[in-house]
């Protein structure tokens, strides 16, 4: 057997010995290498070889005795096989394709066993595509936290919806059922790219694009846009506005003169049952409970204590709570989405508050619209988060170059062992039977 040429492929073996199969494999190993020559030699021409010449380099000194090549910094570039030398290193910051640290700031945070989940996104995030005005701004304000809460960011996507469809004219040789849905997907890749798509926004775009795809083509142009624009606007009456009013009549009879009601961070759904509680002239008392980095608490109680006359509110942060759950007669939190095993994923504080609420033997009730139902299920709240922004973080934080970092993750999952009932715009739900609100609603899926 002759060995293979450096500068050529392997010269032929004698016919008598190879069978086809190992022709075959001796074929695919040649074709290997010149993938790898090809892809080296690119590298090479490109110019962007220095990760790989400071790793050559480095693996050349360890084997000559040579000293490290230092990088533009200053500092000794150590080689892939070498352990971390700084905390920012276990800390996971993030690396280019050269094997340097990215630089960016809002990347490199958290732990490498964290980095999976969604990392805001700055406000100067790179516009891609043809995407329309009322999307720019509306990245713009879900990254920076000014639009806040499942309810209010999906109608605010929807309304910005409404503008584009209307602005929307549809090409020549297309129609619009089909080319709308494309020229929507870099509107709906331009938010996601702003914050991580919450599920009730996720479920509103798959029933809009149920909706264009079964537009009638013969319909003229701006009656089809007026049609979707029409269904757009009954979603959000008949998921949203509707829906939190039956559910306020439901929650509201849960709660009797004399309770002390606890609330944790804010939700808005429990916001309107406990001032239509106050309307109806029922004498109870509010503790509100708050955590960082938020601190969305605030917000309810200047609301709550805003209110002629006044609702009698306790203001707290999560670790008073031990001391204040022996005070509740019941507590109403929201959620951010339902989950077909019955867990509830909310606001990160949610669930050591059911938790503890649960033993002591106080009722957890969940107020929740059916459209944040997803059929996923939720076991922890590890597989999938968010983390809040930097600017939310307190003074006496750590700047996000130190060797310390800030994680601040905005949700949890509640387990359904800690929850009473879930309050829908179909009924009262134990959290054991979650998975029937799609035949509740008639339908085999929302």
């Known amino acids: 057997m002759s060995e293979p040429s450096k500068d050529g492929p392997p010269t032929p073996l004698s016919s008598s010995q190879p069978s086809q199969k190992s022709m075959t494999k001796a074929e695919r190993r040649e074709l290997q290498e010149r993938q790898r020559a090809a892809k080296a030699a690119q590298k090479q021409q490109q110019g962007q070889g220095q990760g790989q010449a400071s790793s050559s380099a480095s693996s050349r000194s360890k ?29 996971g910051a993030a690396r280019d394709g050269s094997g340097g640290i990215d630089s960016e700031g ?16 700055t406000s100067g995030h790179q516009v891609k595509g043809d995407i329309h005005p009322a999307i720019i701004r509306l990245g713009l304000q879900f990254s920076e936290f000014k639009i806040c809460g ?23 040789h297309n129609t619009l059922s089909r080319h ?7 509107q709906i890749s331009h938010l996601v790219a702003a914050r991580p798509m919450s599920v009730t926004m996720g479920n509103a775009i798959r029933q809009l694009k149920l909706e264009i795809s079964g537009s009638d083509i013969d319909l003229p142009e701006q009656d089809a846009k007026d049609a979707l624009c029409h269904i757009i606007d009954n979603y959000i009456r008949d998921r949203i506005i509707i829906a939190d009013e039956v559910i306020e009549d439901l929650a509201v009879k849960k709660i009797k003169d004399g309770d002390v009601v606890m609330t944790y961070a804010r939700s808005s759904l429990v916001e309107k049952i406990l ?18 980095p938020l601190l969305e608490g605030k917000t309810l109680l200047r609301t709550l204590t805003s209110t002629t006359p006044p609702i009698s509110c306790t203001y707290a942060l999560l670790p008073a709570l031990p001391s204040l759950i ?4 019941v507590v109403l939190v929201g959620a951010h989405s339902l989950h077909t ?103 085999t899926s929302l």
């Open 326 to 329: 022996k005070e509740v007669s």
């Open 63 to 91: 084997a000559q005795g040579a000293p490290q090549k230092k990088s533009e910094s200053g500092r000794p570039r150590a080689s892939s096989s070498a352990a971390p030398t700084s905390s920012r290193d276990v800390g």
């Open 275 to 292: 001032i239509r509680a106050h309307a109806l002239n029922k004498r109870f008392s509010v503790i509100v409970l708050d955590s960082r």
């Open 150 to 172: 499942a309810n209010a960011r999906c109608i605010a996507m929807l309304t910005a919806f409404k503008t584009v469809i209307q602005d929307y004219t549809t090409p020549a």
């Open 341 to 443: 095993n019955g867990s509830v994923y909310s606001r990160a504080g949610t669930a050591m508050v059911a938790m503890l609420a649960k033993e002591h033997s106080v009722p957890v009730m969940v107020c929740c619209e059916t459209y944040k139902f997803s059929e996923s299920i939720m076991l922890d709240a590890f597989g999938k988060n968010e983390l809040a922004p930097l600017k939310f973080s307190p003074p006496e934080a750590p700047k996000p170059h130190s060797n310390l970092e800030v994680l601040d993750p905005l949700y949890d999952s509640t387990p359904p062992t800690c929850i009473t009932a879930v309050v829908t715009e179909v009924g009262l739900i134990p959290p054991t039977s979650i998975s029937s609100i799609p035949l509740a609603l008639g339908k």
């Open 106 to 121: 809002p990347k490199t945070r958290g732990l490498r066993i964290f980095s999976h989940f969604g990392l805001p996104k």
């Open 180 to 186: 709308l849905m494309t020229y929507l997907s870099p």
